[in-house]
């Protein structure tokens, strides 16, 4: 019987140890502005959570470079022809499941580790983005076209410059390297079917466009609107 009574006393003493420790820890996470509340990490705190996003964060870059060093493989081997799609982006689109954007991202960043191979370790740091790439392919691509060549020296140079630019920044270089007019014009789509459309005019064109509604104005006897 004094077994038993041990046994259950120490049963119950373990379950009431539990129960204290889980009603602590609520208490501390609520109480504690440390903390962050009780979703995915709950209980890290917010450094640890913010370092733990870093580490995630360059895991994900590393992936993202494995990842372009196999659809590179995928495109020299033209497997994607052996399995009926016409193009790798094809590929990429109908059997990986990469969006449209999303694929020739990869796309152009997996052909330009081809002829660049330090592109790779860019990437991996994340000193270069895969939309940084796609738009200087882009234009690549245009000016091949427009019977121009272009020298691997040439995109190394570019490429560096790139490093750790934003958007607009990297428009201009881009820009101003390839001597080419970028746009950047962007059409919304509005609910009643209407589409709206945000359109970037140099100094000079606007001041033709002021001539033009000056013009119009005097001739509809000040009525036109803006």
Known sequence: KNRK???????NASINRANIAFWRSLETTHKNPCYVGSTFG???TNAELNEKVKSLAAKERQLTQVILKYIAEVDRRKLFLAMAYPSLYDYLTKEIGYSAGAAQRRIDAARLMQRVPEVS???????IHLS???KMQTICRQLRKSGQKI???RQKAVLSKLENQ???????ILAQEFDIKIENNRAQIQKDESVRVDLTFSKEEMALIEQ???ILSN?????LKD
């Open 151 to 153: 020298e691997v020296s």
């Open 132 to 134: 940084q790439i796609s």
């Open 166 to 172: 934003n958007s607009r920044q990297t428009d201009l």
């Open 212 to 214: 033009a509604q000056a």
């Open 121 to 127: 370790e860019k990437i991996k740091t994340g000193s």
């Open 219 to 223: 001739k509809t006897g000040g009525n």
């Open 42 to 44: 709950g209980r890290m």
């Open 5 to 11: 009574f041990v046994q259950r006393w120490m049963a």
